[in-house]
């Protein structure tokens, strides 16, 4: 295998991945699913992603859905979208290849007047150690 020396990002994109979620503080969004838009770019190390022709590649892009979905069934209901955005986040870092993610999470019919509402960040696997103990079910 020939190495390759030097940085190369590499991202890997999903763009408006549509799930129907129950969300919301507002007493009118109890017991109600409304439609959510997530989007993500990974950042991986390019010198590994590029593995060559192979059906076991390093990282499966499939996992961003994965990932989506296992946060959405970890509990009934989402107070707020943070923390939706939150457990996806660190579902997606936690894989070892993944290095950043940039993820967006938007409500697209609580609001009107726009396409919709939601939120939008960068984090590194640092940023979600640091924002760990915020999100453990003190209940």
Do not use: W
Request: hydrophobic residues 40%.
């Amino acid at each position: 295998m020939v190495e390759v020396k030097g940085t190369l990002k590499t991202f890997f994109k999903l763009i408006e991945l549509r799930r129907d979620v129950e969300i919301g503080c507002a007493a009118e969004e109890h017991g109600v699913k409304q439609e959510i838009l997530i989007s993500m770019q990974v950042t991986l190390d390019g010198n590994t992603v590029f593995a060559g022709e192979t059906y076991q590649p390093p990282y499966d892009y499939c996992h961003m859905i994965e990932a989506v979905d296992q946060a959405i069934a970890s509990q009934p209901r989402f107070v707020l979208q943070e923390t939706l955005f939150f457990m996806i986040a660190q579902r997606v870092l936690f894989h070892p290849l993944v290095q950043e993610i940039e993820l967006s999470l938007f409500k697209t019919q609580r609001y009107s007047g726009c396409q919709s509402l939601g939120i939008s960040s960068t984090l590194t696997k640092a940023d979600v150690q640091k924002l760990e103990e915020r999100y453990i079910d003190k209940r």
